[in-house]
């Protein structure tokens, strides 16, 4: 079974630019979830959805971000305009339904300069 | 006062020595609670869920969870070289009507392990 992927798997853009990541989660698995997590920190959510619709985005910080799961597949998550604390591992995790495990993917680590 | 906490370490232990790893959390109606296992570099793995109180074995691994005491811990036994990583300690929310946080982890900052030969 293919797991989480994502891309790109490296990213340096400089302050004040955008940036776009993608996620495919595990095939037929109902939620998807974006994580942040800034070195020496554990994974902060960002945002899960449940199919194509948005469970919890409390705290995706919505002046910059924004993330779709269009057709309830893939997943984007962008930032715009990036600012040097989005310096971070940006993982994408993927479970069969709320209640089931989350595997996580290789993650896409953002450096902002 | 965060909502789960580890001591970040380094924990460094000698090969053969058993690793204690604990957390506390502070959402007492958490119902759910994981150990990942992240490697430098690598995306956090599960390696123990726990539902319970009281012990949950799985090889080297036993989870304890004690609801009373918002505490769960890992053990490691006959730790190897190779379990070197940060362990990451998740707490998952009791559901709600909305089930707006039924899925949601919330991790610790991670315990960094050492396991020397």
């Known amino acids: 079974e293919a797991g989480v992927a994502q891309s790109p798997r490296y990213k340096i853009i400089e302050k004040r630019q955008s940036v776009a990541f993608w996620c495919n989660p595990i095939s037929g698995h109902a939620t998807l979830y974006w994580y942040q997590q800034i070195l020496g920190q554990g994974p902060k959510l960002l945002i899960q959805?449940?199919?194509?619709?948005?469970?919890?985005d409390s705290q995706l910080p919505k002046d910059r971000f924004s993330a779709e799961r269009l057709k309830g597949v893939d997943s984007t998550l962008k930032i715009q305009p990036a600012k040097l604390e989005d310096s971070a591992v940006y993982l994408c995790?993927?479970?069969?339904?709320?209640?089931?495990?989350?595997?996580f993917g290789p993650g896409t680590r953002l450096t902002v300069l | 006062q965060k909502e789960v906490e580890q001591n970040s370490g380094p924990l460094s232990v000698p090969e053969g020595a058993i690793a204690s790893l604990n957390c506390t959390y502070s959402d007492r109606g958490s119902q759910s609670f994981f150990w990942y296992r992240q490697y430098s570099g690598k995306s956090p793995e599960l390696i123990m869920s726990?539902?319970?109180?009281g012990d949950k074995e799985d090889g080297r691994f036993t989870a304890q969870l004690n609801k009373a005491s918002q505490y769960v811990s890992l053990l490691i036994r006959d730790s190897q070289p190779s379990d070197s990583a940060t362990y990451l300690c998740?707490?998952?929310?009791?559901?709600?009507?909305?089930?707006?946080?039924?899925?949601?982890?919330?991790f610790g900052q991670g315990t960094i392990l050492t396991v020397h030969p």
């Open positions: 726990i539902y319970s109180n």
């Open positions: 998740a707490v998952k929310p009791r559901f709600n009507a909305g089930g707006t946080s039924y899925g949601k982890l919330t």
């Open positions: 959805f449940q199919n194509n619709g948005v469970v919890d």
């Open positions: 995790a993927s479970s069969l339904d709320l209640a089931d495990t989350q595997y």
